[in-house]
C-alpha cells in the first residue's frame, strides 16, 4: 500500500472557556491516499466540521484550540508549521470549499478579483496572466460567460454558479488536497447532482483528493472511495466504501442506513435510534453511542473501546464485535 | 361538491413587484400559478418540489395565513378562500401547522405549556386543569415526559422541540395538518424518530398530511398521494408508488434520477439537467420547464401543457403524454 | 381525576424544585455575575438615594440666597462653598440630582411607551400605518432633538420642569419607534408568530405575548442609553440658558451658572461637582447598559 | 445614478415645504410676537407704534397669505429682516452657515483621524493589552458629555495653558478673519465633537471589523493562503467600513446642522449659535430660515449616505 497523501493521527481539538470544555474533536485518525475521496459522515455535533478546520489550522480563535495530535501531509506534521509557512499550505496544497456559497464569497470583491487573489499569493503570477488563468479555470468548472462573470459580484450568480466560482478558486493552484464540507447542503438536488460530478471531475483531471465532509449517506455513497463515521468527536468506524454500505459493523453506522428512508421502495417502519447525541462538555466514560445502542452491554458504558481493524482496512470502534 | 377533506383549485399567488418612490407595481413574481389538487380524508399528501417551485407558499395559502391571488380552497366541502374573523378562527382549529426550524417555532420566552395551549386559551376552549391536563397528554402523546410542561424550549434539542411543535398542531384536534419541510432542519436519526411519530400519530387521530419537503425519499415514505411542483405548478400528481417506479414528466424523472439512495451501485447513467431554474419573477412561455428539459418539442415553448390524467390516478402536465 | 390531574398537580407543587429557568432570569444571573454593572447599580443607587434624601444629609438649603455669603470657599459650614447669589452649593448639587433624574427616569418611560406603541403598531401593521409612523419619524428627524427643544422652549416660554419634561420626552420617540419597528418587522416574520396567528391569537395577544418578550433585550438596552441621554441633555440645554431654570437647582444649571473665565479658572469646586455627577450618573447608566446587552445575548462576545 | 439624485433631489421638496409649515404654524401657536418682545415696554404710545410695525411687516394678513408671502420671498432670495439684530436674515445665515460647515469639516477629519483608525487598530488585534485598555478610555470618554469635555478643553487649554482662544472666536459680517483665523477659532469646538464622537466611531468601527472577521468569507480568505495582514486589509476592512461610511454621511448633515450647545459654549457664530440667540429673542424670520437650512442639511446627509453605501457596497444599485 502507498504511503498516505494526508495521516492524522490522535487529533484532538477542544473548545475553552471560562467553565466548559468542549471536546469538539476528541482524538481521530485519518488517512488519505493520493486522489482518493473521504467521506466523512457523521450527524451535527460529531466534530466532523472541526475536523476539517483542524486540518486548515483555521479553529476559530480564541476559544478553540487543537490540544495535540498530528496532521502530516506529504511527511510534514502541519501543526509543527509557523503561521507563516501554514498560509503557504493553504489554498495552495490544500484548499476548501464551505457550505453556504453565499456567505463564503466577498460580496465586495468581483469573481476575478477573489480568484486571482490566490494566484497572487501562491504563484507570483502578474495580474493579466491571473486573470486569464482564473477565467480559463472557470470556463473548466462549467461556468457560462466566464470572461464577464470575472467582473460580476456574488450576489449576481445563482447558488449553483457560486458553487463553481468557489471550486474553481480553490483548484486553480491545483492543490494536492481539497476539503469540501457539505458543499452540496445548501443546493436543490438536481444543482447538487452538477457540482457533485464536478468534484469527481476534478479528482480526475487533476489527481486531487478530496475530503469530503456531509451528513448525507446518499452523497457518500455516490461519491466515497473510504468512508469515516464519526460519532461525538471521534471515529467509530472506518472502512472502504463498498465494505461499509454493504457490511456496516458498527451498531450506529447500521442503526443511520435503517433510519433513512428510501427513494426505491416502500418501507413500513423507519428504525429509528432512540435518544440524543451526548453533550460535548461531558461525555459519559465508556462508549458514547452506548446509551442509544440497541446492543450494549453492561459493561458498553464502563470502558472505551478501541478503534480497531477487524478486518482488511476495516476499522470499528465497538468491544461487541 | 365532492367528500374530499381539502380542495384546492387554480390557486395563484402573485407577489407585486414595486419599484420607485410611488411603489408602482412593476410586475409579479408568480410564486404560485394555478394549482389544483385535493386531499382525503386520513391521506398524506407530499409535495416536493426544489427551492423556490411555490410549495411553501401553496401550504400558507392553505393555512389562511397568506392571503391567494385566485383560485379556491374547500375545506370539508366549505369554501374558505375569503373567510375571516371568527368564522376563519372556528374553521382554523381544524387545520393546523408543523414548521421547518425547531429553534424559531417555538417562543424562547414561554414556558412549553403556554406554547402548547396557546391554541385552547385563545380559542377560550378549556380552563385551568383541564388546560394542564390536556398539554400533559399531548406531550406524553409526542413521546415527551408530561412535567416538561414547566420548562423553556432553550432546555430541549432540537429533535424535542419538534415534538413540542407537532404536539401544538395537535392541541385542536385538527383533522388536517401541514408540515412544511418539518424534517429537513434534523439530523438523520432525528429525522426518522420525529417521521415515525407523525405516522404513528395520524393513524392515532386518524389525520391527514400535507408533507411539504424537498427530500424525495421522506415524502415517499410518508405520503400515500405525491405531487410534484415546478415554478409555481404542479407538473404531475399521483400516487407514490406509481410515481416513483415510473415517473412521466421529465423533471420528475430528472430529479428523481439526481436523488442518491445510501447505496453503492457503481457508475450509474445520471440524467443531470443543465443550467437553474429561471426566475418566477420571469417565467417562460409555454411550459414552465421547457429551458431545461431534455425532450422539449416545438410545442412546449408557445403552449402550457394541463394537467390530466395519463394513467389511472396519476396527472401530468406534459406534451408529451 | 385522571391520572394526568394527579400527574399535574404533583408538577406545579414541585415545579420550584425543578431547575427550570426562564430565558429572563438566566439574563438576569448573567447580569448578576457582571461586576462592573453591579458596581454601576450601586453608585446610581447611591446617587438617587443621596439626592431624595438631601435633607437628611444637610441642613442648608438649596434656595435661600445671601447677599453677605457669595463667592465662598468650601468650609465646615458650606461644604461646597457658595454661588454668586449665597446659595449653597453642596446643598443644590445633593438637591439638583434630583430635576436630572427625574428628567430621566420620566422621559425614558414617556419615549419607550409612545416608541413601543407607534413603533409597534407599524411594525405589526406594515402597510399604511407603518408609512405614516415611518413618514412622521422622517420628519422628525429633520429637526436635531436639542434644537427641536430649544425653539419650543423659548416660544413657549417653559419655565415648568414637568412641561419641560413633556417636551423632551415628546420630541425624542422617533428613534425608539424605528428600532422598535425593526425589531417588529423581524420577529413577526418568525414561525412562532406565524403558528400564534394559526391559532386564532389576536392582534394584541401577539404583540404582548410574542413580540414585546422577545424584543426585551433590545428595548432594555435601549432604555438605559436613553436614559443617559436624558440626564446629558437637560445638563446640555441648562448650559445654554434653555433647562431646569434657576432658582431651581439642577446639575445643568449649576454647572451652567460656572461658564465663565473668572469662575472656570479660580473656583473649581462650583463646576467640577456637578461636571463629575452628570458624567458619573451617565457612565453608571453605560457599564448597566453593556452588562444588560451581555445578559441578554451573551452570543455578544465581550 | 445621476437620475436617482435628482428624484431624491426632488422628492426632498415636499418634506421641506411640511418642515416650513411645522415651523410657521408652531411660531404663530406662541403667545406674544417678536414685535412685542423686541420693543421697549416704557416707549410712549406703545400699541400705535407696534400697530404700525405688525402691518409694516404683514403681520396683520391671514396666516396662510403670510406664510405663502415668505415663502415666495424666500425663494426669490429675499429672507426677510431680522427683528432683533437689525440686518437682513441672509447677511446673518450665511456667514453662520459657512461657519459651521468649516466646524463640521473639522470635526469630521478629526473623527476619520482619529475615531476610525483607532477602531481598526483596535479591531486588528482584538482583547490584546491595547485594545482592552483603549477601550476603557473609550467607555469612559463616551459616558462624558462632549459640553463637560468642552469645558474641560477651555479649562486646559485656554485658561491654564493659553493656547486657545475661548470666547468670541470669530466675529461675522465683513470684518470676519481670514482662513487661518478661522481655522484656529474653530479649532477648539471640533476638537470636543471629535474627542466625544471619536470615541463613538470608534467603538462602532472596532464592532463593525469584528463582525465582519467572524463572517464565512474571512474564513474563505484565510484558506485561500493570504497572510493575516492581506485578509484584513482587503476582506475585513472593505466590508467593515460599509456601516462607517454610512454613518459618516448622515453625520454629516446633522453636524452641518450645528453643534448647538458648543457653538452657545464657545460664542461660536455658527448656525446653531443664531439658532439659539434668534430662539431666545424670537426672532422668527431667522428661525425659519437657519431651520430650513438645518433640514436641508440633514436630508442632504441622509443622501449622501446612501450614495456611498452604493459607493462601497457593489450589492446596492440605485436606478
Known amino acids: 500500500m502507498s504511503e498516505p497523501l494526508l495521516s492524522i493521527r490522535d487529533l484532538k481539538t477542544y473548545f475553552i472557556s471560562k467553565d466548559t470544555e468542549v471536546h469538539a474533536v476528541d482524538g481521530i485518525d485519518i488517512d488519505v491516499l493520493k486522489g482518493q475521496i473521504v467521506c466523512i459522515v457523521g450527524e451535527s455535533g460529531s466534530g466532523k466540521s472541526m475536523t476539517s478546520l483542524s486540518i486548515m489550522r483555521l479553529v476559530p480563535k480564541p476559544r478553540g484550540k487543537i490540544i495535540s495530535g498530528e496532521i502530516v501531509l506529504d511527511g510534514i506534521n502541519l501543526l509543527e508549521l509557523s503561521e507563516n509557512q501554514m498560509t503557504e499550505v493553504r489554498g495552495n496544497e490544500i484548499s476548501m470549499i464551505f457550505q453556504e456559497p453565499m456567505t463564503a464569497l466577498n460580496p465586495v470583491l468581483t469573481i476575478g478579483d477573489q480568484i486571482t487573489e490566490v494566484l497572487l499569493r501562491h504563484r507570483k503570477m502578474n495580474r493579466k496572466d491571473a486573470l486569464a488563468r482564473a477565467i480559463e479555470m472557470l470556463k473548466f468548472v462549467g461556468v457560462p460567460r466566464a470572461d464577464q462573470i470575472v467582473r460580476e459580484y456574488p450576489h449576481q450568480l445563482s447558488g449553483g454558479l457560486r458553487q463553481r466560482v468557489m471550486i474553481a478558486m480553490a483548484m486553480v493552484c491545483e492543490p494536492k488536497l481539497l476539503i469540501a464540507d457539505e458543499p452540496t447542503t445548501a443546493l436543490d438536488v438536481t444543482i447538487q447532482a452538477q457540482v457533485l460530478d464536478l468534484m469527481r471531475k476534478m479528482r480526475s483531471d487533476f489527481g486531487t483528493a478530496i475530503i469530503l465532509i456531509t451528513h448525507d449517506l446518499g452523497v457518500v455513497a455516490d461519491m466515497a472511495d473510504h468512508v469515516v463515521v464519526m460519532y461525538a468527536g471521534q471515529v467509530v468506524e472506518s472502512a472502504n466504501a463498498d465494505d461499509l454500505f454493504e457490511e456496516p459493523k458498527h451498531p450506529y453506522t447500521k442503526a443511520l442506513l435503517q433510519s433513512i428512508p428510501s427513494i426505491e421502495k416502500d418501507l413500513d417502519v423507519l428504525y429509528s435510534i432512540p435518544g440524543t447525541v451526548p453533550d460535548a462538555a461531558a461525555f459519559p466514560v465508556g462508549c458514547r453511542f452506548a446509551e442509544r445502542c440497541p446492543v450494549a452491554q453492561e459493561s458498553c458504558s464502563q470502558r472505551m473501546p478501541t478503534l480497531r481493524e477487524i478486518s482488511t482496512n476495516h476499522f470499528v470502534r465497538c468491544d461487541l464485535l | ?321 | ?302 | ?319
Not at chain 4, 482662513?179 to 474653530?186: G, P, S
Open chain 2, 1 to 321: 361538491m365532492t367528500d374530499h377533506l381539502l380542495e384546492v383549485k387554480e390557486l395563484k399567488k402573485y407577489f407585486p413587484i414595486t419599484a420607485g418612490v410611488m411603489k408602482r407595481t412593476v410586475g409579479h413574481v408568480k410564486a404560485v400559478d394555478g394549482v389544483s389538487f385535493f386531499v382525503d380524508p386520513g391521506e398524506t399528501l407530499g409535495i416536493v418540489g426544489e427551492s423556490g417551485c411555490g410549495k411553501s407558499t401553496t401550504g400558507r395559502m392553505i393555512m389562511r395565513v397568506l392571503d391567494s391571488t385566485a383560485g379556491s380552497i374547500y375545506f370539508d366541502g366549505e369554501n374558505i378562500t375569503r373567510l375571516h374573523g371568527r368564522k376563519l378562527r372556528r374553521i382554523r382549529t381544524k387545520f393546523q401547522m408543523v414548521f421547518q426550524d425547531p429553534y424559531a417555532s417555538l417562543n424562547p420566552k414561554m414556558t412549553i405549556r403556554e406554547v402548547i395551549s396557546e391554541p385552547l386559551v385563545v380559542n377560550k376552549m378549556l380552563s385551568g386543569r383541564q388546560v394542564v391536563d390536556r398539554v400533559a397528554t399531548l406531550l406524553e402523546t409526542v413521546g415527551l415526559r408530561p412535567d416538561d410542561m414547566m420548562r423553556y424550549p432553550h432546555e430541549f434539542s432540537g429533535g424535542q422541540r419538534q415534538r413540542i411543535g407537532i404536539a401544538r398542531a395537535l392541541t385542536l384536534n385538527p383533522k388536517l395538518v401541514v408540515a412544511d419541510e418539518a424534517v429537513s432542519a434534523l439530523d438523520v436519526s432525528i429525522q426518522s424518530q420525529i417521521l415515525n411519530l407523525m405516522v404513528d400519530l395520524k393513524h392515532q387521530f386518524n389525520l391527514s398530511y400535507i408533507f411539504i419537503s424537498h427530500n424525495l425519499a421522506v415524502v415517499r415514505h410518508i405520503s400515500d398521494r405525491v405531487g410534484v411542483m415546478y415554478l409555481g405548478h404542479m407538473v404531475e400528481i399521483s400516487p407514490k408508488t406509481d410515481l416513483y417506479d415510473n415517473p412521466l414528466h421529465p423533471y420528475t424523472q430528472a430529479l428523481l434520477s439526481a436523488a442518491l439512495e445510501p447505496k453503492r451501485k457503481g457508475q450509474r447513467q445520471r440524467m443531470i439537467l443543465r443550467g437553474d431554474v429561471p426566475s418566477p419573477a420571469n417565467p417562460p412561455a409555454g411550459c414552465p420547464f421547457h429551458t431545461r428539459c431534455p425532450q422539449a418539442i416545438e410545442q412546449c415553448r408557445t403552449q402550457r401543457p394541463v394537467l390530466q390524467q395519463v394513467r389511472p390516478a396519476h396527472f401530468v402536465a406534459c406534451h408529451l403524454y
Open chain 4, 1 to 319: 445614478m445621476g437620475t436617482y439624485i435628482l428624484r431624491r433631489l426632488l422628492g426632498m421638496i415636499p418634506m421641506l415645504f411640511a418642515i416650513t409649515v411645522f415651523v410657521f404654524l408652531m411660531m404663530h401657536a406662541a403667545p406674544g410676537n417678536a414685535i412685542e418682545s423686541m420693543l421697549n415696554p416704557r416707549i410712549k404710545d406703545m400699541a400705535a407704534l407696534q400697530a404700525q410695525l405688525i402691518h409694516q411687516n404683514g403681520l396683520d394678513k391671514p396666516l396662510p397669505v403670510q406664510y405663502v408671502d415668505w415663502l415666495g420671498n424666500f425663494i426669490r432670495g429675499d429672507w426677510g429682516y431680522s427683528f432683533a439684530q437689525g440686518v437682513p436674515v441672509r447677511q446673518l445665515v450665511l456667514p453662520a452657515l459657512g461657519n459651521t460647515l468649516i466646524l463640521a469639516a473639522l470635526a469630521e477629519v478629526f473623527i476619520l483621524l482619529i475615531g476610525v483608525p483607532l477602531g481598526i487598530w483596535q479591531a486588528r488585534r482584538p482583547y490584546s493589552l491595547f485594545d482592552t485598555s483603549t477601550s476603557i478610555v473609550n467607555i469612559i470618554l463616551f459616558s462624558i458629555p462632549y459640553y463637560i469635555i468642552a469645558i474641560f478643553l477651555i479649562y486646559f487649554l485656554a485658561i491654564k495653558l493659553h493656547v486657545f482662544p475661548s470666547q468670541n472666536a470669530v466675529g461675522t459680517g465683513p470684518q470676519a478673519g481670514s482662513i487661518v483665523d478661522h481655522l484656529y477659532h474653530a479649532l477648539l469646538p471640533a476638537l470636543s465633537i471629535a474627542l466625544a464622537s471619536s470615541a463613538v466611531y470608534s467603538r462602532y468601527t472596532r464592532g463593525s471589523m469584528l463582525d465582519v472577521s467572524r463572517r464565512d468569507f474571512t474564513r474563505t480568505a484565510r484558506a485561500k493562503g493570504l497572510t493575516e495582514g492581506v485578509v484584513f486589509r482587503k476582506h475585513v476592512f472593505r466590508n467593515g467600513m460599509i456601516p462607517i461610511v454610512t454613518q459618516l454621511g448622515f453625520d454629516i448633515g446633522s453636524l452641518a446642522g450645528g453643534a448647538v450647545i458648543l457653538e452657545g459654549l464657545f460664542a461660536y457664530q455658527g448656525m446653531g449659535y443664531i439658532t439659539l440667540q434668534a430662539a431666545t429673542q424670537r426672532d422668527y424670520n431667522v428661525i425659519m430660515a437657519t431651520s430650513l437650512i438645518i433640514a436641508i442639511g440633514v436630508l442632504l446627509g441622509n443622501l449622501i449616505a446612501d450614495i456611498l453605501y452604493a459607493v462601497v457596497d457593489p450589492r446596492i444599485r440605485y436606478q
Open chain 3, 1 to 302: 381525576m385522571s391520572l394526568n390531574s394527579v400527574f399535574a398537580d404533583s408538577i406545579e407543587k414541585n415545579s420550584t424544585r425543578r431547575r427550570t429557568k426562564s430565558p429572563n432570569r438566566l439574563a438576569f444571573e448573567r447580569f448578576m455575575h457582571n461586576k462592573l454593572a453591579l458596581i454601576s447599580v450601586i453608585i446610581l443607587l447611591l446617587i438617587t438615594v443621596m439626592s431624595i434624601a438631601a435633607p437628611l444629609i444637610t441642613h442648608q438649603s438649596a434656595w435661600q440666597t445671601s447677599l453677605m455669603q457669595t463667592d465662598l470657599p468650601p468650609s465646615s459650614t458650606h461644604l461646597l462653598g457658595t454661588d454668586s447669589e449665597g446659595i449653597d452649593l453642596f446643598a443644590r448639587d445633593l438637591y439638583g440630582g434630583r430635576a436630572d433624574l427625574l428628567i430621566g427616569f420620566v422621559d425614558t418611560i414617556i419615549t419607550m411607551a409612545i416608541g413601543i406603541v407607534l413603533g409597534g403598531l407599524a411594525g405589526y401593521y406594515s402597510g399604511w400605518v407603518d408609512a405614516v409612523v415611518m413618514r412622521i419619524c422622517d420628519f422628525m428627524f429633520n429637526f436635531p432633538f436639542i434644537l427641536l427643544i430649544i425653539v419650543i422652549v423659548a416660544i413657549f416660554n417653559v419655565s415648568n420642569i414637568w412641561i419641560l419634561i413633556l417636551v423632551m420626552g415628546f420630541t425624542s420617540w422617533p428613534g425608539i419607534t424605528r428600532l422598535v419597528r425593526g425589531l417588529f418587522l423581524t420577529i413577526r416574520e418568525s414561525e412562532y408568530v406565524l403558528a400564534a396567528q394559526i391559532s386564532g391569537a389576536s392582534v394584541w395577544r401577539i404583540i404582548f405575548k410574542h413580540l414585546l418578550p422577545n424584543s426585551l433585550g433590545p428595548l432594555v438596552v435601549n432604555a438605559t442609553l436613553l436614559m443617559a441621554g436624558m440626564i446629558g441633555a437637560e445638563a446640555a440645554l441648562a448650559v445654554v440658558g434653555f433647562g431646569v431654570k434657576p432658582p431651581s437647582p439642577s446639575w445643568g444649571n449649576i454647572l451652567a451658572g460656572a461658564l465663565n473665565f473668572l469662575t472656570l479658572q479660580t473656583e473649581p469646586w462650583v463646576w467640577v461637582p456637578p461636571a463629575a455627577l452628570i458624567t458619573l450618573t451617565i457612565l453608571c447608566i453605560n457599564f448597566i447598559g453593556d452588562g444588560l446587552r451581555d445578559a441578554f445575548d451573551p452570543s455578544f462576545e465581550k
